[in-house]
């Protein structure tokens, strides 16, 4: 599990025999067992494994103990104040970002996405930043896997469309949401990464339309760099 939490991407058995030094029966009864117990689950492919579901549970669990969220709300509240708007930190899951933080406006008009609520990857700020990070052929086995649902007129559905944002985003590392998820809300997110410069969450920022455009949210994205630059030293430390 530390071999496969350490490489980031789904691992074929014959990579981690490799590198654990273990013979191939040994892995694979690993391999079963850990599914089994839904620590690891197979990827697309079938073939290679990935985070399971209380494997990505207890990851959640550890970044939400008690001395690193207080640190991490010092900093998320800070950011909601200079910026005025909504801020929250997402994870990446199986589905789609969870909100793991989330700091609300104090503006009573206000877009309602609680602690816990899951948002899609293809047409939100903090979800189009995971997929920008994609390797091509992760990225394309989840463009294939479904047709994207279109939640606005702003949805881009296209697979080819989304790979020309997504090529954006990685040029210019930070990702908008210009109502595409919902009608009347936009959103800009940047990364929040580890030690290997890896993407573990973002944080964004958002507001509704009758308050805030896409110009003036991103005028605040050296405030949200500069946050999410002390959160990624904060779970590298």
């Not at 104090?106 to 990070?133: D, E, N």
């Amino acid at each position: 599990m530390e071999e496969v939490a350490r490489l980031g991407v789904a691992v074929k058995p014959s990579v981690l025999g490799e590198k654990l030094g273990l013979p191939k029966p040994t892995i694979h009864r690993l391999l079963q067992t850990a599914e089994a117990e839904g620590f690891l689950q197979r990827d697309l492919d079938g073939r290679s494994y990935g985070p399971g579901p209380r494997m990505r549970e207890m990851a959640v669990n550890t970044m939400s103990s008690v001395h690193l969220r207080t640190a991490r709300l010092a900093i998320l509240k800070g950011v909601a104040e200079e910026i005025g708007e909504t801020c929250n930190i997402a994870t990446p899951d199986r589905e789609g970002m969870t909100y793991l933080d989330r700091v609300e406006t104090k503006w009573p008009l206000r877009i309602q996405l609680p602690i816990g609520t899951q948002v899609p990857f293809h047409c939100t700020a903090s979800g189009k930043m995971y997929l920008s990070t994609l390797r091509p052929a992760t990225l394309e086995a989840f463009l294939s896997a479904r047709e994207l649902e279109k939640h606005t007129g702003q949805t881009k559905t296209q697979p080819e469309q989304l790979r020309r944002d997504l090529q954006e985003i990685r040029e210019r590392g930070y990702s908008t949401d210009d109502q595409e998820f919902m009608e009347g809300m936009v959103a800009v997110a940047v990364p929040i990464v580890d030690i290997q410069q890896r993407l573990i969450a973002t944080l964004a920022a958002h507001a509704p339309l009758q308050r805030q455009s896409i110009t003036g949210l991103l005028g605040f994205l050296p405030v949200l760099k500069k946050a999410a630059e002390s959160l990624s030293q904060m779970n590298q430390n």
